[in-house]
């Protein structure tokens, strides 16, 4: 009698199982989630590069943070209550994302660098940055950081600026005026990067220099000398170049002149 109830409800249990594995498959595809609600498509937010809190190395700059997780600076400040001076110091634990956002996959600070960055988190009061010089913002157009083709465009889901292709020691100019706000080797991937501040909307990056001809803190006018052409990642003579708009990334080309 009981062999004969099992054999009967066989199929419908292979069938329930089938059912069963089929909806596994399709939870398990990659893919944006559908709200069954609005029919929308939820795009997720993509994390910062360092997780929810970074812990301040030395050669960092508040700009050089903000750059590298595709932050508006003034955000990051003002999420770590940091002054109109933008000064950090070596151990401080920076949030990465605005208070009240989730953070259950945020990596715990070890407690030797909390400490470190309660101790280095100053009480002040916000210092007001000093204004660019006039004659360095605005004056003219975008022009290009260097002579040579693009070997690499710009893509939303990859390249985050232009790969110029150029000889080993080409000088390599300043796209537009402004004051630089990070000059060194820290950033991963970069190699040796200056970072230009503009005005308080847009920043540009040169990177895989050989050789940095200004320091943080100087102001530089628009075609003039910053650095000399270095080898890329593939062992070819490039400069990597960006434009950040209040730090995201955004095409080069939609600034430059046609050429």
Partial sequence: ?????????????????????????????????????????????????????????????????????????????????????????????????????????????????????????????????????????????????????????FDNGGSKGLDIAGDVGQIVVASRGGRVVYSGAALKGYGELIIIKHDDQYLSAYGYNRKRLVAEGEDVGPGQPIAELGIGPEQKPLLHFEIRDRGRPIDPRSFLPAR
């Fill in 1 to 153: 009698m009981i062999r004969r109830q099992l054999s009967a409800l066989a199929p419908a249990l292979a069938l329930a199982l089938a059912l069963s594995l089929l909806a596994g498959c399709a939870s398990d595809r990659a893919g944006p989630e559908v709200s069954r609600s609005s029919g929308r498509v939820a795009v997720s937010k993509s994390k910062p590069t360092f997780g929810e809190t970074y812990v301040v190395n030395k050669g960092d700059t508040l700009y050089s943070i903000a750059f590298r997780n595709n932050l508006d600076y003034h955000e990051l400040a003002d999420w770590n209550g940091i002054g109109r001076d933008y000064a950090i110091r070596v151990g401080q634990v920076l949030r990465l994302t605005a208070p009240g956002a989730a953070t259950a996959s945020a990596p715990s600070p070890s407690p030797s660098s909390s400490a470190a960055g309660k101790a280095a988190t100053p009480l002040r009061k916000p210092v007001t940055e000093p204004p660019l010089p006039s004659g360095f913002v605005g004056v003219g157009s975008w022009e290009w950081p260097t002579r040579g083709k693009v070997a690499r465009g």
